[in-house]
Nanobody, 119 residues
């Protein structure tokens, strides 16, 4: 099983970025998926989550600005995070996470992708 994240970069405040994460491999099913972020000197925090049924949950700091979604194509599950009206405090390494059942249900993490928002 692999989770591959992409889409980070440098953007000015007020700009937008779209993060993507592809989950592939011998996957039986996927439950919740989410995006986390970790800023320098801070703990990793949940940004947004989406259940297998499509229910979403957002951190208060990103509500109204970020949108999480998921899709399936060619045996690959995709997780997206559309980030609008970005602020310098959104600067962090963003990680995708998925609860994936191969034989048992386990947490999988993608490598982080850096988002830098300049003021």
């Amino acid at each position: 099983v692999q989770l591959q994240a992409s889409g980070g970069g440098l953007v000015q405040a007020g700009g937008s970025l779209r993060l993507s994460c592809a989950a592939s491999g011998s996957i039986f099913s996927i439950n919740d998926m989410g995006w986390y972020r970790q800023a320098p000197g801070k703990q990793r925090e949940l940004v947004a989550a989406i259940s297998s049924g499509g229910s979403t949950n957002y951190a208060d700091s990103v509500k109204g600005r970020f949108t999480i979604s998921r899709d399936i194509a060619k045996k690959t599950v995709y997780l997206y995070l559309q980030m609008n009206s970005l602020k310098p405090e959104d600067t962090a390494v963003y990680y995708c996470n998925a609860q994936i059942r191969v034989l048992t249900l386990m947490d999988y993490w993608g490598k982080g992708t850096l988002v830098t928002v300049s003021s």
